[in-house]
């Protein structure tokens, strides 16, 4: 019994933010209503309190949810077979492309991901941790090859990350689009140049 229920209740937060991306990306964040939510799904606003606690809880479920995507997408990458130079190429190069399609392209889901950031930064924090591991695995990977030189994996995935926020961080990517600076492959072959072997 517990089962069904635990199934039903997964699918029903599922359907409830599905539908919440969409009215966010229709008519923006902050003039969707709980009940706007409820509406479309043919129930009641306390229907929908009865899955989350909060429109607050909701955001972060819709966050979770896009920042989800990047990370199945970065890990598929991490696992093929290539050089490790041509993963994290490959890595940092679609993180960039997801989180400037998703975010800035569309003015009313960026403003979401803004609010999300302030109101729901342990969603940001625990996406960029894992996005961080991912990198790690593969600067990891090539270092046992011989292909990078990196002594303190992770110190090096938290430098390629920080190297890389001007093209990861949405509000950076759309503040940057237009500033002058290094290009999104110049990055890479810079953090690229910084793992390379010595001599």
């Known amino acids: ?43 009641s606003p306390a229907n929908v309190y009865r899955f989350f606690d909060s429109k607050k809880s909701i955001i972060s479920a819709v966050a979770q949810r896009l920042m989800g995507e990047v990370e199945e997408a ?13 993963r994290l190429r490959e890595l940092l190069t679609s993180i960039h492309e997801m989180n400037a399609e998703r975010y800035v392209g569309d003015a009313k889901l960026h403003e979401m991901v803004a609010i999300a950031m302030e109101e729901s930064w342990d969603v940001c924090t625990a996406h ?16 046992a090859k011989g292909e990078f030189q990196a002594p303190d994996v992770e110190l090096a995935a938290m ?31 810079f953090v690229l140049a910084g793992l390379a072997p010595r001599g």
């Open 159 to 189: 430098c390629a990350c920080t190297a890389m926020m001007r093209f990861f961080h949405p509000q950076m990517i759309a503040q940057c689009a237009t500033k002058p600076g290094p290009t999104l492959d110049q990055m890479i072959d």
């Open 74 to 86: 970065a890990g598929a990458i991490a696992e093929n077979p290539q050089p490790a130079a041509a």
């Open 128 to 143: 960029m941790e894992r996005i961080t591991v991912t990198i790690g695995g593969v600067i990891a990977d090539g270092a």
């Open 1 to 43: 019994m517990t089962l069904i229920s635990d199934h039903v209740e997964a699918d029903m937060r599922g359907r409830i933010v599905l539908v919440a991306e969409k009215l966010f990306r229709e008519i923006g964040y902050q003039k969707t209503t709980v009940a706007d939510i409820a509406k479309v799904l043919r129930m």
